[in-house]
């Protein structure tokens, strides 16, 4: 209970209150007198303006809940007679502390509690000391970060904690900062953490990161930040560096350990795990044992922990399932050798989960389970099965809500109610792969030898035919899953029959990403969707959408038997597509404009909206009502200035607007319809007028009349402008492109095709552009020297550098190196002084490139490719009329040395023996894409002797894997 009042004591004491670090009072206004008999109504903003502060209080009260009180007023000292005492500290706290005293509550909070545990340890004010550890217990116990402040709050109580010997403090600031660590590294005061704390935290067993090279990105950046430090410590002898020893670099994804070799901090570190690599992928019957030796088992187990949310494992093709299985041992086993064995059995067995011998292993490990994970990610582990991981997943994550295994081929679709089956909470699925070049509605087919799958004309029947194959397993296990997010784009392995099933086992779908599956049909996706009716987002770019799915997209819930002979009328049910989020139908040819415009007109909720290369008029864009449209993409379409300003006016909220390659962008009137829109023809600059005053953009894709006064009339609409993309037919002129960084100082990603240039151009970009991620200049004009990339680009990630740097040497190639250190992409056309050197340069200067297309670059491949093959994490490889020196064998050898390696790109002109080895299935590792082109000679026209004969594309042939075949494809174009 609160006490108000004093009438009770025989006695009273005055506290005499004061701050020692405030001047002294200059005046007597500068004095309060208050009672602690009237505590209720204190007014405490008036009470703190004062500098002294009269305090006629109990004495009683302060006795018997402060020992400070205790000791002054009950002992020995001349104090304890007085009826004034003198009490120095900061006035704020202390009157917080004695209303406490006096049983009123107190909030304790991240900013007040360093000041009130400090009182009240000084005042000996035992409850207090109580709440304040309390606090900070609960505190440290809950799930979640209150802000993003709290970390600078954090340090100073741990110092204190140190400072104060208070043991349970350092422990519990510990205990939090190790749980919420992915939190504590993206904080901007994360360098400011003492090394004491943070080597406690990386050692703490509840350390929880989402994957190790999570950790090993915020010690290297920590270790950065801290340069002069780490020095001093290296001068006097002390090794800093072995917290880095802390980091499992036998788990660390192959891209980050290959793109930290320079790193000189952790580049010895970065060579031993790429080693650790390759050699569990060369041995995986023994990998595991064998490269541990006497090493702690621990730094071969994924960091688990009852805290972990995420599993990201993203990017190891040393991942097997003997690690994984390992993981979700309890350590007291890690030594068992009986165990070993068994795990060893358990591991082989589940790489063919097809029988029971698998499901009879388990029974034998004691797999822990970990009931915080929602999430995990395999992508990119080409080494673990599917089966495996299901299998373990199911036993140790049983909460798992988001499973994402992106560009895993040997996944059979048909395993997909299994992991259904065994994963029932599973609401977002990613099993993506890269889209095959062969897209019917782009390419012109020479031939093609595909996969076996059913003719197109048989599909309506046999979709709806009963009952279905013995070998299918959806019909063996009858479920309704809880999928809600569904991606499969780029799978050539996508039957109807699938689409079918997904359709019926994943009712309460909203999400589907399908792009690029060229293998279903328009009937198939429109039986998928009639049956989804939840569906809202529907991403079928490159597809065989067409008339079906439009139609059924307009439809209400008909009986799917009636579909095909379905006509909708105008007083039908509400259409599927009128609660629509996303539609993105790029590419999609098989849609007229009659129909698409009739959809459009039906989704007046969409905020995504993708309609490039597709056959709509304006006529579809002035048929959309809705209001809500943040992205809308209609590049390469006939569509004009007028019913694109239409959309824009009325959609506020778009910030992406992609619209290059439109031809009759400001070339021609637009159509109209009942006469409803007027005959308004905009010029390109009024029409960045108007959409200046309606929107705030952050991504645009402009070309064709786009031009310098187009860009200043762009000003309010583009000042956090991101992503700019310029393509053919935009005329910026070099002092516009020069302007940019001005104009739009947030850019991260600069794209310019055709467009004036100059050094002066771009040394202002680079000085200016600080956050620059993605560079490319494309079939630019003007001149550049090499002193343009003279400048550091430490943020820059993606360089494309097409017909503009002709002059480039290795010399140039090596400054590039230096001043662009952390590239992942690189894109070189018309290099043509380059030499078999500039493979080294290349392999040493960017060990941890993803992309790299070399084309008609000099000599690059005059004496074969042997350093290329140091950057190990390449994924996709493009090397083309750069000398005829690549080896018969290539393409295996790429397979093998490269364990990323999922694109390649060849010519027949740069094969010495004039041919290439083609992979078997086994043989291909990780590949899923072959191209390689073919030219036949031409004279050139311009050889008045014509000896000499110019190489021209004929045609190209491209290899597609996909879980069960080979599909071999020749067209026309070059892919």
């Known amino acids: 209970m609160a006490s108000n009042s004093d009438g009770g004591d025989q006695s009273a004491v005055v506290l005499k209150c004061t701050d020692p670090h405030q001047p002294e009072p200059d005046s007597d206004y500068s004095e309060i007198e208050i009672s602690t008999a009237e505590i209720c109504s204190w007014d405490f903003p008036t009470i703190l303006t004062h500098q ?130 992915m939190w ?84 010895k570190l970065a060579e031993e795990s790429i080693d650790a690599t390759l050699y569990l992928m060369t041995r995986p019957s ?7 030796g006497d090493v702690d088992s621990r730094h071969f187990k994924i960091r688990l922990t009852q805290y972990t949310k995420k599993v990201d494992l993203s990017g190891c093709p040393q991942m097997n399932s003997r690690i994984l299985l390992m993981s979700m041992l309890p350590c007291s086993y890690s030594t068992d050798l009986m165990l070993t064995k068994v795990v060893k059995q358990y591991s082989i067995s589940l790489e063919w989960t097809d029988g029971d011998h698998c499901q009879n292993s388990s029974a034998l490990l004691p797999t822990l389970s970990f009931e915080a994970v929602e999430e995990v990610d395999i992508s990119n582990c080409p080494r673990l099965p599917l089966e495996a991981s299901i299998e373990c997943f199911c036993k140790s994550f049983p909460s798992m809500k988001i499973f994402k295994a992106a560009h895993h081929l040997n996944f059979k679709m048909t ?67 809880n999928v809600t997010k569904l991606t499969l784009e780029g799978r050539v392995d996508l039957s109807d029959y699938d ?37 809202h987002s529907l991403l079928v770019c490159d597809t065989s959408f067409g008339h079906n799915s439009a139609l059924a997209l307009r439809s209400g819930i008909p009986n799917l038997n009636d579909f095909l002979t379905l006509h909708v009328g105008k007083n039908h049910a509400k259409s599927l597509a009128s609660e629509f989020q996303v539609l993105h139908v790029g590419g999609c040819r098989g849609v007229d404009e009659t129909s698409l415009s009739k959809l459009i007109s039906e989704t007046p909720m969409l905020k995504s909206l993708c309609l490039r290369e597709t056959l709509i008029v304006d006529d579809t ?112 002129g070099q002092d516009a492109v020069e302007l940019l960084p001005t104009i739009c100082p947030l850019l991260e990603e600069v794209i310019l095709y055709f467009q004036v240039i100059s050094d002066c151009v771009l040394i202002n970009i680079m000085e200016s552009l600080r956050h620059l991620q ?10 550049i020297s090499p002193i343009s990339f003279k400048f550091s680009m430490p943020n820059l990630r993606k360089l494309r550098l097409e017909r503009v740097t002709p002059w480039m040497t290795n010399d140039h190639l090596v400054i590039l190196t230096q001043n662009c250190a952390n590239l992942t992409e690189l894109l070189l056309l018309g290099c043509r002084l380059l030499n078999s050197d500039s493979q080294r340069i290349i392999s040493t200067g960017w060990p941890g490139l993803i992309s790299i297309h070399l084309e008609d670059c000099g000599e690059v491949t005059r004496n074969g490719v042997a350093s290329l093959f140091d950057c190990k994490s390449v994924e996709d490889m493009l090397l083309r009329h750069n000398g005829p020196g690549i080896q018969k064998n290539f393409i295996l050898d790429a397979a093998l040395l490269m364990p990323m390696l999922r694109k390649l790109s060849l010519d027949v002109c740069d094969a010495v023996e004039g041919d290439f080895d083609l992979p078997n299935f086994a043989d291909r590792y990780f590949l899923s894409i072959v191209s390689i082109a073919r030219c036949k000679p031409q004279r050139c026209a311009l050889d008045l002797q014509k000896l000499r004969r110019t190489p021209v594309h004929k045609e190209t042939l491209v290899l597609v894997w996909d879980s069960k075949n080979l599909t071999r494809t020749v067209i026309k174009e070059r892919v």
């Open 499 to 535: 689409l079918k099933n997904i359709s019926e086992i994943c009712a309460s779908l909203f999400y589907l990403n399908l792009r690029g599956c060229i293998t279903v049909t328009d009937t198939g996706i429109s039986v998928l969707i009639l049956r989804c009716v939840k569906l």
């Open 52 to 181: 002294i502060i009269v305090v006629k209080a109990s004495r009683n009260r302060l006795i018997e809940h402060s020992s400070y009180f205790r000791g002054l007023l009950c002992g020995r000292f001349r104090e304890s007679i007085l009826d004034c005492v003198s009490i120095k500290w900061n006035l704020e706290t202390f009157m917080i502390v004695l209303k406490f005293l006096f049983g009123f509550p107190v909030d304790v909070t991240s900013t007040n509690f360093l000041p009130l545990f400090e009182a009240a340890l000084f005042f000996g004010v035992e409850m207090l000391l109580l709440k304040c550890k309390a606090w900070l217990i609960d505190l440290s116990s809950q799930e979640g970060i209150c802000s993003l402040q709290q970390l600078d709050n954090l340090i100073h109580i741990w110092r204190f904690g140190v400072q104060h010997a208070n043991d349970f403090i350092p422990e519990l600031c510990t205990s939090y900062l190790a749980r919420n660590f």
């Open 621 to 732: 864009l002035y048929s959309f009502l809705g209001s809500s449209l943040e992205m809308l993409d209609v590049s390469d379409t006939k569509v004009s200035s007028t019913a694109l300003a239409h959309i824009v006016s009325s959609n506020p909220g778009l910030y992406c607007l992609e619209a290059k390659g439109c031809r009759n962008l400001f070339q021609q009137k637009s159509k109209m319809e009942d006469g409803d829109i007027p005959s308004v023809q905009y010029s390109c600059e009024e029409w960045c007028n108007e959409l200046a005053k309606t929107c705030k953009l952050e991504e645009i894709a402009l070309g064709w009349g786009f031009s310098c006064c187009s860009l200043e009339a762009l000003k309010p609409a583009i000042a956090a402008l991101k992503v700019v993309t310029v393509g053919l037919g935009a005329s910026l």
């Open 184 to 267: 504590v590294m993206n904080c901007n005061s994360f360098p400011c953490i003492p090394w004491n704390l943070l080597v406690s935290c990386v050692k703490h067993p509840d350390l929880t990161v989402d994957s190790e090279r999570h950790l090993a990105d915020s010690l290297i950046a920590w270790l950065a930040s801290n340069n002069e430090q780490v020095e001093r410590w290296h001068n006097t002898g002390d090794d800093c560096s072995g917290i880095l020893k802390e980091i499992r670099i036998s788990l660390l994804p192959l891209w980050f350990a290959a793109g930290k070799r320079r790193c000189c901090y952790f580049s």
């Open 415 to 481: 395993k997909l109610v299994q992991l259904l089956q065994k994963c029932p909470l599973l609401e977002e699925i990613d099993l993506a792969v890269d889209i095959s070049p062969v897209i019917p509605s782009q390419v012109s087919i020479v031939s093609s030898s595909p996969a076996i799958s059913l003719r197109a004309s048989t599909i309506s029947h046999e979709i709806n035919s009963y009952p279905w194959p013995a070998s299918e397993l959806y019909t063996t296990i009858p479920l309704l899953a």
């Open 774 to 783: 993605v560079l490319a200049l494309c079939y630019c004009l003007g001149e």
């Open 286 to 292: 023994t990998s595991m044992m064998n490269v541990s």
